[in-house]
């Protein structure tokens, strides 16, 4: 299996066949679909812990120092990607009519919030 080259950029196409490639060889196959939702619930909250923490009013647990925040959100990512892939779900496509529908819902909400400035 080819691992993706460190100084590459990769797109979430890609992202989505490294993802599909290291399941079929590595992980046997996907956890069921519900199983991922649980455990990609289960990573949002060990990102809300960091993020708790670091910028909030807790402080670390001796446990929690070891912790990295970009390995966190990326194993969010990695969840997010296997759920995608298991129902069928171009990330790309997706991402890019959320933009679009994003930009035409707020073009002018955020730029007129006086809460912002």
Do not use: P
């Amino acid at each position: 299996m080819e691992i993706i080259d460190s100084a590459e950029q990769i797109t979430l196409s890609q992202a989505q066949k490294t993802v599909d490639n290291w399941i079929k060889t590595y992980g046997v196959r996907y956890f069921s679909e519900l199983t991922n939702m649980a455990i990609l619930t289960e990573e949002v909250g060990e990102v809300a812990r960091i993020m708790a923490r670091t910028y909030g009013d807790q402080s670390f647990k001796k446990e929690d120092l070891s912790k990295n925040l970009g390995d966190e959100m990326a194993d969010v990512l990695w969840v997010l990607i296997c759920l995608a892939n298991q129902t069928g779900i171009d990330l790309t496509e997706a991402f890019r009519k959320n933009i679009e529908k994003k930009t035409n819902r707020d073009k002018d909400r955020h730029i007129t919030n006086t809460k912002l400035y």
